[in-house]
Structure formats: C-alpha cells, structure tokens
C-alpha cells in the first residue's frame, strides 16, 4: 500500500470515528479528518474542494460547521486573499473535548443523586436493592472526574 493510500484510509476511519464522537455530518468529519492528518500547514477553500469532491456550498457548510464548533481556525497569508483552515490548536481542542466529557460526568452524578434520593425516599426497596451498584458506579463517576480535572490542568499547564 501507498503513503496516500494509507493516509486515505486513516482520513476514512477517522471521519468515522469524529462522526459518531462529535455528531458531525460525514462530509464535516471527513475534512476534519483531513485537516488532522495533512502534511501542509493549512488548507484552503479550494484543497478541501479537490480532496472532498463535494459541492462548494457543502464544503462551505462543512467548514462553517467546525469552525462554529471551534474544530478550526483560519489563516491568511500576506499578499494572498485566500484563507487557509487547520485544526484549533491542539492542546485547546483537547482541553474542550476533555472539558465536554467532564460536564457530561458532572451531570450524569447529579442525575444519579436525585434519583438516589427519590428512591431513598419513595421506593426504598430499590434503593437498597440497588445500593452496592450505585456506589460502584458513583465511584467510577468520581474517579473519571477527578482524572479529567487533573488532564485538563495538565494540559492547561503546558500552555503556559
């Protein structure tokens, strides 16, 4: 297999993968995917159009999508109109991602507390039925959080 043929394949897979992660369309993903694995500094406009083979309002839908969803930025060069796309600098896309997954644990464990203290109070047979799962899971819920907080600082850090 070929270097392009390879990267190709990545460039699918990992469409696939931010599709499902990010629910981004299949078009959005895939140019994501591209921007992610591209040797060059940016693309513009016109690569994403001859590497896709879409519509140039799909392209343009696409790009505007994950720019909204800061999955990119754009550049321009001097003396040059064109804009060039690239990936959100990597340690900001990573502190979001990580950042998404820590809100969503937040609320899943406070989901889990209320519904604790209903069953505590209006079904306590399931409440104790249910006890030694619950706190299992509450740990886990705890653990993860406390791990994506320490990466984010981590991470925040390394800005710096």
Known sequence: MSKEEIKNKLIEELGVHFESEYDLPPLAARIFANLVVTDEDGLTFEDCLLKRGASKSSIS???????QMDF????????DRKR??????????????????????????????????YNE????????????????YTKCIA????TLKT??????????
């Open 84 to 117: 060039y796309f690239k990936i959100a600098e990597k340690n900001t896309f990573f502190i979001k991602k990580l950042d998404r997954s820590l809100k969503k644990l937040e609320k899943e464990s406070e989901m889990l507390h209320k519904l604790g203290e």
């Open 121 to 136: 109070q209006y079904r306590p047979e399931k409440h104790k039925e249910n006890k030694n799962k619950r706190i299992t």
């Open 72 to 79: 990119v930025n754009y550049f321009t060069k001097s003396g």
């Open 151 to 160: 990466t984010i600082a981590e991470l925040k850090q390394q800005q710096s």
């Open 143 to 146: 653990d993860m959080t406390t």
């Open 61 to 67: 839908t696409s790009l505007n999508l994950l720019l």
